[in-house]
Nanobody
Framework: QVQLVESGGGLVQPGGSLRLSCVASGFPLDYFGIGWFRQAPGKEDEGVSCISASDGRTYYSDSVKGRFTISRDNAKNTVYLQMNSLKPEDTGNYYC???????????????????WGKGTLVTVSS
């Protein structure tokens, strides 16, 4: 059974850091592109970051570039999202998604993402 399970969310003050994890099961992670998405109340879904399967190419949205880092540990079947210098506007439900050969197209991050996690809540507030 294919599963993606996120963890690491919580409450953090502005300027703080969190590290999110996305643990995959039921498929070989090294063949899958994995993306992180977020949705805040009343806002549309936003593609935050993505890491491709073939060459590890990464993508970041303009809103998080320079503050967030995506990485992959295939041995642990886990993708991480390190979030630094967090801002209140980063608040939202963060979830990961993946698919075999998902291209991590910056213009259409969800393309090829066949499997989705349920999310982990990140709240940035003083």
């Amino acid at each position: 059974q294919v599963q993606l399970v996120e963890s690491g969310g919580g409450l953090v003050q502005p300027g703080g850091s969190l590290r999110l994890s996305c643990v995959a099961s039921g498929f070989p992670l090294d063949y899958f592109g994995i993306g992180w998405f977020r949705q805040a109340p009343g806002k549309e879904d936003e593609g935050v970051s993505c890491i491709s399967a073939s060459d590890g190419r990464t993508y970041y949205s303009d809103s998080v570039k320079g503050r967030f880092t995506i990485s992959r540990d295939n041995a642990k079947n886990t993708v991480y999202l390190q979030m630094n210098s967090l801002k209140p506007e980063d608040t939202g439900n963060y979830y990961c998604a993946g698919g075999r050969g998902a291209p991590c197209d910056p213009s259409r991050m969800a393309n090829g993402m066949d499997y989705w996690g349920k999310g982990t809540l990140v709240t940035v507030s003083s």
